[in-house]
């Protein structure tokens, strides 16, 4: 039955789309039955392995890099412990949704607590770290300080699971205090620093309530990420089962991050995947920058500044400074600026016209012209010389009988550039240039 309803669908062009939907409609079983006994759980989706030396920072709370996560997919995490009292009931909750996550332990608490630090384990989460003391402003301590934290942080997490292996290279500073120094110390120890996307602010005097809201509403507006909490917090024990409840119904999948080893290659991801909103060729504005929203305070236009307001070579600087001198002395001759000796203002108003011969070809370029084999361009020129200087002929004889009477000497010259075009003397060299003088003449004139 089934095989003869996809044998019908093969030759349809929707069969990949059917396809597609009967895959997600039984993702969510899958999972469900990976979590025996909880047939509401969220579960863990799938488990991605990040190199910390390819990607050393992480967190779009600080930094615009985030693990490589698809819509929807949300990475739990979870600051200060092991405090057994609270850390315990926390093991406990995501065990019932068989959801893992990744624990940034401190160290002095894993000294304490050391249990805590291989139950963590023992459950498959991720064992990281989150300095010695949790100290505040650890973006001031001198970086000798911040390293020791850092160093004994691990060295207390790797005591605590006591079985020879180390707390994955995972780091969160305590309030995310980092600094240039910290970042620099992480990187040469191939750690990767964890920022956050979003946190729940679970960590301040707020009802369990709140921190449910905070952690859904930031979710919704990042659409996927890290969610940084605390499992040292009583609020957070409360909060946390609506979140993982809340999480599945509407669509989000859980993602567990563990460190890359030389048996357990990285997952494979492009670049982009690794920022919270790649570019999308599809969606235009995304590669726009967002425009700030300036509040008006005063008039909607500016007055117009008067031309002499800006030429301080009209105004007596110096009174001016007195008046708002507010009655301390000043020299009465200022010593800037110089006197410079430009002409006073409005004399400039007009440029020069620019001389015609500006526009001139040189004379030299001319002969080149002239003295080429013949072609067209060179014929025209020769031509356009020889009009313009029959009108400035045909001009001296209007003026005057006696130049109307003898040849023109113009005349002469256009018939000797005539030669010229053959190129075969120097002397019409002179001629030409004659012939250009006269020709500018002739323009001029027409002007
Ligand atoms: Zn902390």
Redesign the pocket.
């Known amino acids: 039955m089934i095989a003869s309803v996809f044998g019908g669908l093969r030759r349809r062009p929707w069969t990949a789309v059917c396809v597609g939907l009967l895959t997600s409609v039984a993702a969510p079983a899958a999972l469900a039955a990976d979590c025996p006994g909880h047939p509401d759980a969220i579960g863990t989706s799938r488990t991605i392995v990040v190199d910390p030396r390819a990607h050393p920072i992480i967190g779009t709370m600080q930094y615009n890099k985030t693990l490589p996560l698809a819509d929807r997919e949300v990475v739990l995490t979870f600051?200060?412990g092991p405090l057994p009292k609270y850390s315990n009931q926390i093991l406990a909750i995501l065990a019932a949704h068989c959801a893992k996550a990744t624990f940034?332990l401190?160290g002095s608490q894993a000294r304490a607590n050391p249990e805590g630090v291989r139950k963590v384990r023992d459950a498959g989460h991720t064992v990281a770290t989150?300095s010695q003391n949790?100290p505040t402003g650890m973006d001031r301590l001198p970086l000798d300080r911040s390293r020791q934290e850092i160093e004994q942080g691990i060295a207390s997490v790797t005591a605590a699971l006591a079985d020879g292996t180390a707390p994955a290279p995972f780091l969160?500073i305590?309030?995310l205090r980092v600094n240039e120094g910290i970042e620099e110390f992480a990187a040469s120890k191939g750690l990767q620093l964890w920022s956050a996307d979003f946190p729940a602010d679970d960590?301040r005097n707020v009802s369990a309530n709140r921190v449910y809201e905070l952690a859904m509403q930031r979710l919704e507006n990042k659409g996927k990420g890290i969610l940084l909490l605390?499992d040292i917090q009583a609020r957070t024990v409360a909060a946390l089962p609506r979140i993982l409840r809340e999480l599945k119904a509407r669509g989000y999948r859980i993602v567990h991050v563990v460190p890359a080893t030389p048996d357990r290659p990285a997952t494979p991801t492009d670049p982009q995947q690794w920022q919270l909103h790649p570019p999308s060729e599809v969606v235009a504005t995304s590669r726009w920058p967002k425009v700030p929203k300036f509040a008006s305070a005063g008039p909607a236009a500016l007055p117009v500044p008067a031309l002499s307001d800006l030429d301080w070579r009209t105004t007596d600087l110096g009174a001016r400074t007195a008046r708002r001198g507010r009655g301390v002395p000043l020299p009465a001759a200022m010593p800037w600026p110089r006197q410079t000796t430009l002409p006073p203002a409005g004399t400039l108003a007009a440029l020069p016209v620019p001389a015609a011969s500006l526009f001139k070809l040189p004379e030299s370029a001319r002969l080149t012209l002239l003295a080429s084999p013949a072609s067209r361009a060179a014929t025209a020129q020769a031509r356009s010389t020889e009009v313009s200087s029959a009108k400035l002929a045909g001009k001296s004889r209007r003026r005057g009988g006696a130049a109307a009477a003898q040849p023109p000497a113009a005349a002469g010259q256009a018939a000797q550039a005539r030669q010229s075009v053959g190129g075969t003397t120097a002397k019409p060299a002179v001629e030409a240039k004659r012939n250009g003088r006269s020709v500018r003449v002739a323009g001029l004139k027409k002007r």
Do not use: N, T
């Open positions: 600051d200060d940034f401190v989150h949790h969160r305590p309030g960590w605390h």
